[in-house]
């Protein structure tokens, strides 16, 4: 049974409460009731906040991307790791640039509503049930989570001090493009101090996002897989009367509402993820496999590292999203099962027919390209080692 331990909770209220010394952000926590607080301040009260996420855009993402750009029509030319460190920033910086847009828009509200709506659906229904609670087991998402979110809270002055003590920082290589003599901009300290200011701002902004959004996304996902299994443990009282069948069924089509709610920002989330995803593997591999003599051996190990993290990440979220298809599909079968038991067999099955299963959709811009379920995963994979075996045969040894 799937349910959402202490430890989880633990790593969601920490995400928040280690970034409670900054700026106020649209979306807190409240670890007092377990739900999430959407923030309508007036945009004044939201002033460092903004200046953090225009700081994210202008110090990370729009110098990166355009040298990545003018080095792709060929008008500037800089060494491949200074090329390499930039794609791995424009990629972390357009994320933490569409939480920022997320957040200030109606899909921020609506997430925040979903998640609250969740929580007491899955309180309720612990409440009622008679089941006893579940042995301690040992964690490892919720270790893990807390882990997550420890590294988010040091790493933006790690990854701060590295970028400018290297020079690898997006606004030193783009103001080396700009003026030929790079010994001046290294020793200039008005130079040096902004540099070290925006940097930090932009990192210390972009981990909350990555601590928040990740512990959310868990903790979400375990709500939803919590209820369908409190659903699937009452599931044979459905036949016990119209009133315990409609109480049961009405929790599921709260459950089923809720979803809907979600239903266009976790599709795009999804498909985001996984091509994320897709993308991310077959060039970690092809990096670790044919350029450990291009690279040079310090930026190269982080590259079998991400190879082990990303599809540990997929291989972690990737069950949960296919769980609730799954779950549900067995929540209907023992609904089915039990109802040949029932004394309102006509009334049960014309309001089970009613019932379609909950999914988890990948699309964007509205259109819905497919649901998650067990074969998603296997396809999934399938795809990643094939292209990466193309990718690695096209080049010559």
């Not at 357009?94 to 509200?109: D, E, K, T």
């Not at 089509?253 to 995803?277: E, K, Q, W, Y």
């Amino acid at each position: 049974m799937v349910v959402v331990t202490p430890l989880m909770w633990k790593a969601l209220a920490r995400s928040h409460t280690f970034s409670a010394y900054l700026w106020i952000n649209p979306v807190d926590f409240s670890g007092t009731d377990g739900k999430l607080i959407y923030n309508d301040v007036p945009l004044t009260k939201l002033k460092f906040w903004i200046i953090s996420n225009m700081t994210l855009f202008i110090a990370l993402f729009l110098p990166s991307i355009t040298i990545i750009l003018a080095q792709l029509f060929g008008l500037v030319s800089i060494p491949l790791t200074n090329l390499m460190v930039l794609g791995i920033i424009v990629l972390m910086s357009g994320y933490g640039c569409l939480m920022a847009i997320v957040l200030i828009s109606s899909l921020g509200v609506r997430l925040v509503s979903a998640f609250n709506h969740l929580h007491d659906l899955n309180t309720r229904l612990t409440l009622e049930s008679w089941i006893s609670p579940l042995p301690k087991q040992f964690d490892f998402i919720g270790i893990s989570l807390n882990n997550h979110v420890l590294l988010c809270a040091i790493y933006p002055y790690f990854i701060t001090i590295f970028l400018l003590r290297t020079e690898m920082d997006p606004i030193f290589l783009f103001l080396q493009i700009l003026f030929t003599d790079s010994s001046e901009i290294s020793t200039n300290l008005i130079i040096l101090s902004f540099r070290l200011l925006f940097i930090v701002f932009a990192w210390l902004e972009f981990f909350r996002y990555c601590s928040n959004s990740f512990c959310g996304l868990i903790v979400g996902a375990h709500l939803i897989l919590s209820i369908i299994s409190w659903l699937q443990k009452s599931a044979p009282q459905i036949f016990l009367g119209k009133h315990i069948s409609s109480h049961i069924l009405q929790k599921y089509d709260t459950l089923r509402s809720i979803l809907n709610i979600m239903h266009d920002p976790i599709s795009v989330c999804v498909a985001t993820v996984m091509f994320s995803g897709f993308v991310g593997c077959i060039s970690i591999n092809f990096a670790t496999l044919k350029m450990y003599d291009v690279i040079p051996m310090p930026l190269y190990l982080t590259f079998p590292v991400l190879g082990v993290v990303i599809p540990t990440f997929i291989h972690i979220m990737m069950p949960m999203m296919i769980a609730v298809y799954e779950g549900a599909v067995v929540l209907q079968r023992k609904w089915g099962r039990a109802l040949g038991l029932s004394k309102d067999v006509k009334y049960l099955k014309r309001k089970l027919r009613a019932e379609k299963a909950v999914r988890i959709y990948s699309g964007v811009f509205g259109y819905e390209l497919y649901f998650v379920r067990n074969s998603t995963k296997s396809t999934y994979q399938y795809v990643i080692v094939g292209h990466t075996i193309s990718a690695l045969m096209s080049v010559s040894a």
